[in-house]
């Protein structure tokens, strides 16, 4: 089973800030098949990123994924209020699909 | 619009079972297979296996295998996700989401259904 390992645990920032979230692998993860996800108190996950770096349908331009093989990450460019949030990272490179323990952006 | 529509909260003495239920539309039901993911309360995201709807085929997480089981009725585009035996560390937010095909991202989720396991 491929272990993600998401660093920070929490980022303290303001908005307008940008935000780099971290995303590790344990081992390759084929093909770049990683996902990010925002969630947010009371709601269900909600995709923003897969295949490392394409951008879900609806997705604002200010987030941006990249990375390859075991290292991988999620940028915010210029925070708004609403991306306050916990952003968990999962791959589906394996058959054994696991995720991250997340990150939470919090304001600063 | 695709949404998935989960059935309400659950509360189960240990050693029971759950039955959660999952009601697709806005979208062909068949084409796309429906995975579940648990929750624990202040914890992180944990895959429990998929259901390919079109074949009733499924594959589960080596964890849940032998307690989990999923099924579907395509005539209510309905997916089921039973967990027997439960134990309180299986007090959880139980999520459906929609997956493209078989080990996959998962795109949308379901509202979640809060399944409460206490004596």
């Known amino acids: 089973e491929i272990v993600l390992t998401q660093s920070p645990a929490t980022l303290s920032l303001s908005p307008g800030e940008r935000a780099t979230l971290s995303c590790g692998a344990s081992?390759?993860?084929?093909?770049?098949?990683l996902a990010w996800y925002q969630q947010k108190p009371g709601l269900p996950p909600r995709l923003l990123i897969y295949d490392a770096s394409s951008r879900a349908t609806g997705i604002p331009d200010r987030f941006s994924g990249s990375g390859s093989v075991t290292d991988f990450a999620l940028t915010i460019n210029r925070l708004e209020p609403e991306d306050f949030a916990v952003y968990y990272c999962q791959q589906y490179g394996s058959s054994s699909l696991t995720f991250g323990g997340g990150t939470k952006v919090e304001i600063k | 619009q695709v949404q998935l529509v989960q059935s309400g909260a659950e509360v189960r003495k240990p050693g029971a079972s759950v039955k959660v239920s999952c009601k697709a539309s806005?979208?062909?039901?068949?084409?796309?297979?429906i995975d579940w993911v648990r929750q624990a309360p202040g914890q992180g995201l944990e895959w429990m296996g998929w259901i390919n709807p079109n074949t009733g085929g499924t594959n589960y997480a080596q964890k849940f295998q032998g307690r989990v089981t999923m099924t579907r009725d395509t005539s209510i585009t309905t997916a089921y996700m039973e967990l027997s035996s439960l134990r309180s560390d299986d007090t959880a937010m139980y999520y459906c989401?929609?997956?493209?095909?078989?080990?996959?991202?998962?795109?949308?989720w379901g509202q979640g259904t809060l399944v409460t396991v206490s004596s």
């Open positions: 081992q390759s993860v084929s093909n770049s098949y």
């Open positions: 806005g979208y062909t039901f068949t084409n796309y297979y």
């Open positions: 989401a929609r997956d493209p095909r078989a080990f996959n991202y998962f795109d949308p």
